[in-house]
T-cell receptor, first 112, second 117 residues
Framework: GNSVTQMEGPVTLSEEAFLTINCTYT??????LFWYVQYPGEGLQLLLK?????DKGSNKGFEATYRKETTSFHLEKGSVQVSDSAVYFC???????????FGIGTKLQVIP | SAVISQKPSRDICQRGTSLTIQCQVD?????MFWYRQQPGQSLTLIAT?????????ESGFVIDKFPISRPNLTFSTLTVSNMSPEDSSIYLC??????????????FGQGTRLTVV
């Protein structure tokens, strides 16, 4: 079955530091890949997505590239802000009517 | 895109009671999904609800504990029955429009934060 492996946190960074959160996946076929973000006390929001190999999803300064050869979808941001403190979930969905498979989530804390 | 409304947004319940969570979508969808997020954990799929048929439950979840209704293409309910403190979680409703619309994004409600005391 499908699975997502995500680096465990928490990750603590200083403001303006570079962020990488690693994510690799196992899936049959050609899944769509996602990063979701959950801010403290809030629901789940889609941060970015990529639907095919070599696609780059980007939003709010975050980027992730769909790498089929390494089955990876690492999240990066060049300069994090305190407001980026949240839990980040890597996820995948197969084609058609499929459930979303989530990684364990990585808590990011950005300190001033 | 889709707008998904969940009610209630949060509740504190006594053990042994039941709570029904409602999920309303602003457009018709074939499949609706219910997830649970236990404190500090990732999201786990409880069941898939297809209109006009019984819900399909994932391993570890049973209909007696989490009965689901799906009366039409825009609405679903999840009931958490005979609650215990271990049921304290965030419960999320999700939809996806599937391959037919070439929209491969899952949309989530804001969640229902349940605390059982």
């Amino acid at each position: 079955g499908n699975s997502v492996t995500q680096m465990e946190g928490p990750v603590t960074l200083s403001e303006e530091a570079f962020l990488t959160i690693n994510c690799t996946y196992t899936a049959t076929g050609y899944p769509s890949l996602f990063w979701y973000v959950q801010y403290p006390g809030e629901g789940l929001q889609l941060l970015l997505k990529a639907t095919k190999a070599d696609d780059k999803g980007s939003n709010k300064g975050f980027e992730a590239t769909y790498r089929k050869e390494t089955t990876s979808f690492h999240l990066e941001k060049g300069s994090v802000q305190v407001s980026d403190s949240a839990v980040y979930f890597c996820a995948l969905m197969g084609g058609g009517y499929q459930k979303v498979t989530f990684g364990i989530g990585t808590k990011l804390q950005v300190i001033p | 895109s889709a707008v998904i409304s969940q009610k209630p947004s949060r509740d504190i319940c006594q053990r042994g009671t039941s709570l029904t969570i409602q999920c309303q979508v602003d457009s018709q969808v074939t499949m609706m999904f219910w997830y649970r997020q236990q404190p500090g954990q990732s999201l786990t799929l409880i069941a898939t609800a297809n209109q006009g048929s019984e819900a399909t439950y994932e391993s570890g979840f049973v209909i007696d504990k989490f009965p689901i209704s799906r009366p039409n293409l825009t609405f679903s309910t999840l009931t958490v029955s005979n609650m215990s403190p271990e049921d304290s979680s965030i419960y999320l409703c999700s939809v996806d429009f599937g391959r037919a619309n070439m929209n491969t994004e899952a949309f989530f409600g804001q969640g229902t934060r349940l605390t059982v005391v």
